[in-house]
């Protein structure tokens, strides 16, 4: 079938108005040449059906927090306005501004890191770069950890040097290096409380003393721990970042971050979340918010279990070396009985993740992820289930072979997410997938 795109001719009226079969103005092209008629019933009926839904309102207190999807407010006036968009008046006006279901899911995530603000973004990525273009400017310099994830590394060390920033990469469990680092003075500093993939433990009360000490800000990546096991603010912090798409929210069906902390500055971070577009959806934040309910039984459940699953893991001579923090010989382990929370037994909580080092390498880690029937290969952590991931091929990619080295990642470097399942069917699961590999 075949398609001509002519040109109307000139006796037709503009496409889109309503013509009779002669080519002459229908009677309903009046109301577009201005002039005024009364409007019929049925027009009233269908302007009806749009006032209708705007003209309520609700008594009582829901039991849920409820959804509230609305893109744009009505004011009352141009003074309303005014006052509502330079926050003399609470309220909302548009959705990228600011939306309810952000504030309540923000003001959950201040109160479980005891922090003065807080605020919610599309992403983890999203508040790691509010919190960075909110406070870095031209010529600073970037204190640095080399154990972040990788995309954080790739934007803190490659996209920053685009904008004229100069990051410096710091192993933070070398004294030296960081006194290095510090030395030069950088403005900002970021670090993880439990780093990816290889779980060392930040030590955040010395490394905000010795950032304040040179008037550097820290921020604190804290996905593996969450506020439950980990408040690096009250261990002195200056902001804290949650990517709420992991343990937090729980369920591996959103994409949220957040960020909290002090008050100074924080106009700031809501200026630039806006700005430039890293704001949260209504549904995502009502998701995560939801998730928060049962986030205390999903971490005490993981968190036995991993650490059931890494003294098993150290045992089992298909492995070469285990990491985490709950390990007597993690060279953390003390830092981490310090700085962490414990559970209702006072036992200290170690995190949810635990990162094996097979011995045959690269093939062996193939093997196991590609003859699990438990575990499945999923390319992230925090979800219900216990999944598997694998940093060379996936988070840390983007390094380049002797930089993963140097973090201590190799191809058979796995990462296990834990989830709620019982504990001894993880360990049978994880225990039959390993005795199929070689042992030397």
Known sequence: MS????????????RGLPSSEDGNPTSDEAAVTGARRPPTAAEQREAACLRAASNFTVTGLPAVPPIVPAAVWECESTEHADALLSHAAPGY??????????????????????AENAAVTSSGMAALSAWLLAHAKTGDRLFVSSQLYGRSLLLLDQEARRWGLEPII???TDPAARQAAWARRPALAVVETIANP???????????????????????????????????LGWGADEVLESLSKLMNGHGDLMLGALAGRGDHWDRIEQTISTWGLASGPWEAWLAQRGLGTLGLRVARACRTASELAIASTRHPAIARVDFPGLAQHPDHELACRLFSTDDQGNTLFGHVVTVHLKGGRAAADRLIAESSHFPFCPSLGELRTTLSHPQSTSHRGLTEPARESLGIGGGTVRISV????????????????????TN
């Open 93 to 114: 006006v548009y959705q990228r501004d600011g939306h309810p279901n952000a504030d309540w899911l923000a003001e959950h995530i201040r109160l479980l890191h005891g």
């Open 170 to 172: 710091v192993d933070v």
């Open 419 to 438: 989830g709620i399942e019982p504990t001894a069917w993880v360990l049978d699961g994880w225990l039959a997938g390993l005795d199929r590999l070689p």
């Open 3 to 14: 398609h001509r795109f002519d040109e109307p001719e000139s006796n037709q009226p503009p």
């Open 198 to 232: 290889c779980l060392r433990v930040a030590d955040v009360p010395r490394l905000a003393e010795e950032a304040h000490a040179v008037g550097a800000r820290l921020l604190v990546d804290n996905t593996f721990a969450t506020p439950l096991v980990c408040q690096p």
